[in-house]
Every structure is written in structure tokens, then in C-alpha cells.
């Protein structure tokens, strides 16, 4: 469904981790272009986590600010926080951001970034830094594998 913004949204994701930049390019490129510049909430994480993972630090930069700004504002989530420090590859702020996901899920509360937090656990989009091992222990803690 090359028109259906998350259609496009995870291909970029699974081209950038094949190492095909042209296609996650132009799949991320389209999102934005079809938002106007207006992307919606639920499309920055990936967004910032698909252009650090290409090497447009800009635009990973760009998206995890905008996370960032509306965190001031309102509770995104420990798992969009944590995917916009991935994204800039902070791992120390994505690890905090991590650790009280953890905290949550122990306490059976609800987390904001639920779609991040699943993104993360499965490590789907191939980010190095979630295999290190202080990550790979976070993961764990973020509930059962599903």
C-alpha cells in the first residue's frame, strides 16, 4: 500500500536496515512531504530513528527536537523519549528514557511511547546500540517476547 503513510513509514525502516538509503530515503521523504510539515506524533519517533539510521543526522536531529518540545508539553511516553535519544544516538538519555519504561511495565502502568517501547523490545529496526549489553538487559525488563 505505497499511499498508506505507516505502510511507508516501515518499509523505510526495512530498507534502512537492508542498507537500501535510496528507498528509505525516498519513503521518508514521502511521509514528511505528505504531512506537510506537519507530522503528526506518532510518525516522529520512527521518523528520527529512520534518518540517524541513513545518516541524515539533520533530520533525526529535527525530529527527536520536535519529541523533545512536545515533552514540555504533555506526556509522550519513556518509549518516544527513548526512541528520540536512539535516534541522536544518546544512548545515556535513551537508557534513562529506558529504565523508567521498565519501572512502568513492573508496575503495570501504561507508557505514551507503548508503539516505541514494542519497537525497541524487538529491536525490528536493527539499531546497534540495542544489542550492547546494558540495552539488551533494558529490553528484557520491558516485558515478555510476543
Request: glycine fraction near 10%; hydrophobic fraction near 45%; charge should be neutral.
Amino acid at each position: 500500500a505505497p499511499r498508506l503513510t505507516i505502510s511507508r513509514q516501515h518499509a523505510g525502516l526495512l530498507e534502512a536496515r537492508k542498507g537500501n538509503t535510496a528507498a528509505a530515503n525516498a519513503d521518508f521523504d514521502y511521509l514528511v512531504n505528505q504531512f506537510g510539515g506537519n507530522v503528526p506524533v506518532v510518525f516522529l519517533p520512527e521518523l528520527a530513528v529512520g534518518y540517524g539510521s541513513i545518516g541524515r543526522r539533520e533530520d533525526a536531529k529535527r525530529f527527536a527536537d520536535q519529541i523533545f518540545a512536545l515533552a514540555k508539553e504533555r506526556d509522550v511516553g519513556a518509549g518516544t523519549l527513548a526512541m528520540a535519544y536512539l535516534a541522536i544516538g544518546d544512548a545515556d538519555g535513551a537508557a534513562a528514557q529506558l529504565e523508567i519504561a521498565a519501572e512502568r511495565v513492573q508496575k503495570n502502568e501504561a507508557d505514551q511511547g507503548f508503539f516505541s517501547l514494542m519497537h525497541i523490545k524487538s529491536n525490528w529496526f536493527g539499531n546497534r546500540m540495542l544489542d550492547e549489553p546494558r540495552f539488551v538487559a533494558l529490553r528484557e525488563r520491558l516485558g515478555p517476547r510476543g
